[in-house]
């Protein structure tokens, strides 16, 4: 059953420094895997996918991951935060041969000036 | 393109009465609806898939008399909370996805403040 784990619930980096957000997957098949992005009191938007074609994907508003096979792993980055990416970000899998999506439990990105 | 809107934004009632939330796909016709359900501080946990025509798929441990959905055409779906009581307040969000996307590709509502008093 595939499933995902985000490391860390909370992130705090000051303004212009370095986003690592993190995201470790489970998976018996080469997965689709996602990151969303929630604003207070909004819905969910796609940052970014990753669908089994180039390992480095990138995303809106300079957000980029990439798909390590070997670790597991499908981390989001971005070289410099601005006060308005702070929101909770959410790492997603979608089960094989469906629509549905597994959701790991969110990582709340804080940006200080 | 591949806008997803809900109706209303925020519901408050009284416990007992039921409430009716939509789902619409704006500019593109959803094959699959999703409703999901995040309390606070917490991730989403999809409640069911329903597709245009058919009866919707409920996960497990989710009450299909309690949450009925209907999928009337392809661009709305409508999700009633039955019977509300005050532990059924949530923020309930809908998703679409769009013919042609990856399996997985989602487009999600702004969401739906229940609040049952």
């Known amino acids: 059953a595939q499933s995902v784990t985000q490391l860390g619930s909370h992130v705090s980096v000051s303004e212009g420094a370095l986003v690592l957000l993190r995201c470790n997957y489970s998976?018996?098949?080469?997965?689709?895997l996602f990151w969303y992005v929630q604003y207070p009191n909004q819905g969910l938007q796609l940052l970014l996918k990753?669908?089994?074609?180039?390992?480095l994907v990138k995303g809106i508003n300079g957000f980029e991951a990439e798909f390590k096979k070997s670790e597991t792993s499908f981390h989001l980055t971005k070289p410099s935060a601005h006060m308005s990416d702070a929101a909770e970000y959410f790492c997603a899998v979608s089960l094989t041969n469906t629509d549905k999506l597994i959701f790991g439990t969110g990582t709340r990105l804080q940006v200080f000036p | 393109g591949a806008v997803v809107s809900q109706h209303p934004s925020r519901v408050i009632c009284k416990s007992g009465t039921s409430v009716k939330i939509e789902c619409r796909s704006l500019?593109?016709?959803?094959?699959?609806m999703f409703w999901y359900r995040q309390f606070p501080k917490q991730s989403l946990m999809l409640m069911a898939t329903s597709n245009e025509g058919s009866k919707a798929t409920y996960e497990q441990g989710v009450e299909k008399d309690k949450f009925l959905i209907n999928h009337a055409s392809l661009t709305l779906s409508t999700l009633t909370v039955t019977s509300a009581h005050p532990e059924d307040s949530s923020f309930y969000i809908c998703?679409?996805?769009?013919?042609?996307?990856?399996?997985?590709?989602?487009?999600f509502g702004p969401g739906t403040r229940l609040l049952v008093l």
């Open positions: 998703s679409a996805d769009l013919a042609g996307e990856p399996l997985g590709t989602q487009y």
């Open positions: 990753y669908t089994s074609a180039a390992t």
């Open positions: 998976s018996s098949v080469p997965p689709y």
């Open positions: 500019d593109f016709q959803a094959t699959t």
